[in-house]
């Protein structure tokens, strides 16, 4: 398994509870076939430039061990869930 941080940033409106949940499902990839290393969720921060008419987001970094599979899965359910602004996949070096 290789390493990897995802930033998640999601869009501000969201409600908490909604945010969570998704979190949840997305977590839920991950540990199907992987390990969560660490969640630090940042919070609220300013966009360095607007995004669909928002200047800030919901910001959550997540580093974990997965294998190539369950990050392309993990990539293509972000793709598709409402509440995520963007996000961002990157594999560690050694």
Known sequence: ????EVVLMFYPDVEEETRVKTFDRLKNIIETHGKIESVDEWGM????????????A???????????????????????????MRHMVVAIEK
């Open 45 to 56: 921060r300013k966009l360095a430039y607007e995004i669909e008419y928002y200047t800030e």
């Open 58 to 84: 919901y910001y959550v970094l997540v580093n974990f061990e997965a294998e190539p599979a369950t990050v392309k899965e993990f990539d293509r359910v972000a793709k598709i869930l409402d509440p995520v």
């Open 1 to 4: 398994m290789r390493k990897y």
